[in-house]
């Protein structure tokens, strides 16, 4: 894993967040893999989606309601990338929205992920609901196979996302919802019973705004775990908390990207996003 380092000097800190051997971990790692010397020029808190870009690129992320009051509203551009994606570790899922852009602007661009044998589509022709759209039904597609071959398989998919009964047809299925809206519906504190014998897991990249991934990827270190949708912060080093496959996104038209964000409306994917698979080797 990376050795991290943390700036003292960061206008954003969360103190008791830093020791080593915690859930905040995976989160420090990210954030030090972060060059010190990359600015944030741009961002949005959007309606439905959140963009943050840099120096480097552009990074988007489901912007997540809830959780506790917002309290950083400080003028985002000009400071360090770094610096603001330690917002991701916020405990209010609006600025931790920022912080997990703030990460992906940094994580999701080719020039890292082709040399890691990344593979993208263009999703032009899909629908998008939310954080739900964009790549899931292709993941679950793409181990329908291996899913089907394993008699009496085990799944679990933490979110409600489109198609996901399918799976039912061919596997053992439990859906994972804060709020339950389907009779396959299972309330999210199940995860603690039912992924630990879990085969195969589809984890929503939401779980990195909402702080569930630690504990979500330490239950299912024992299944085939996939992150799903476009919130999933596109870092190998994830493999390293077993994770085998990251089916996220990257930046492909960043004016696109800008206009939906601030308009609350209008496509994403296609154009604008282009969804990105990268394996653990």
């Not at 954003?12 to 030090?32: E, V």
């Not at 790549?135 to 899913?147: N, T, V």
């Not at 775990?225 to 493999?239: A, E, I, N, R």
Request: glycine share 10%.
């Amino acid at each position: 894993m990376s050795t991290m380092s943390f700036d003292v000097a960061s206008p954003i800190a969360y103190p008791g967040t830093y020791a080593p051997g915690t859930a905040w971990d995976l989160y420090n790692q990210l954030i030090a893999g972060i060059p010190e010397d990359v600015e944030v020029r741009d961002y949005c808190l959007g309606l439905n989606w959140s963009y943050v870009e840099a120096d480097c690129g552009m990074g988007v992320a489901f912007t997540t309601r809830g959780g506790g009051k917002r309290a950083f509203k400080a003028d985002l551009r000009g400071m360090k990338l770094r610096h603001v994606a330690e917002l991701a570790k916020s405990w209010c899922f609006e600025e931790a929205s920022l912080g997990v852009a703030a990460l992906n602007a940094w994580y999701a661009r080719r020039e890292l992920l082709d040399p890691l044998g990344c593979e993208y589509d263009s999703n032009a022709d899909r629908p998008t609901d939310g954080e739900r759209g964009g790549g899931p039904k292709d993941a679950f597609q793409a181990y329908r196979g291996e899913i089907a071959a394993r008699d009496g398989a085990n799944v679990v998919v933490v979110g409600h996302f489109p198609h996901v009964t399918d799976i039912a047809e061919y596997a053992n299925l439990t859906v994972l919802e804060r709020n339950c809206r389907d009779g396959l519906d299972t309330p999210d504190p199940a995860c603690e019973f039912v992924l630990p014998q879990a085969d195969f897991a589809f984890i929503t990249g939401v779980t990195f705004i909402n702080k569930t991934a630690p504990r979500l990827l330490a239950l299912s270190r024992d299944a085939l775990t996939v992150m799903v949708g476009p919130s999933v912060v596109m870092s190998p080093q994830l493999f390293d908390y077993g994770v085998h496959e990251l089916v996220g996104i990257v930046v492909a038209d960043p004016e696109r990207v800008r206009f939906a964000v601030m308009n609350g409306a209008g496509p994403l994917f296609g154009e604008a996003l282009t969804m990105a698979s990268l394996k653990a080797k």
